[in-house]
């Protein structure tokens, strides 16, 4: 089920956003350092590729069209 509103973040990139799915998992340290797992980052990659974004991985969510952001929203 997709909602109508993505509930992501305008100013973060589509890497940062996807990543944010993960925060759910981990606890309160290992969530610092989210970004910084190179396993995560990989993982979030793959789902970004997978959703057909891979050229947008480090642009910002705002910058892109409706449906680019619903696939952003999927990947994460």
């Known amino acids: 089920m997709i909602f ?25 340290f290992e969530s610092l350092k989210l ?5 995560n980052k990989e993982l979030a990659v793959e ?5 057909g974004l891979g050229n ?3 642009q910002k969510v705002k910058n892109l069209s409706g449906g680019q952001q619903q696939r952003v929203s999927i990947a994460r």
């Open 47 to 51: 789902n970004i590729k997978r959703v």
């Open 56 to 58: 947008f991985v480090y």
């Open 35 to 39: 970004a910084s797992n190179k396993k």
């Open 4 to 28: 109508q509103h993505f509930n992501l973040i305008p100013n973060l990139s589509v890497l940062t956003n996807t990543l944010t799915g993960k925060l759910g998992y981990l606890n309160f």
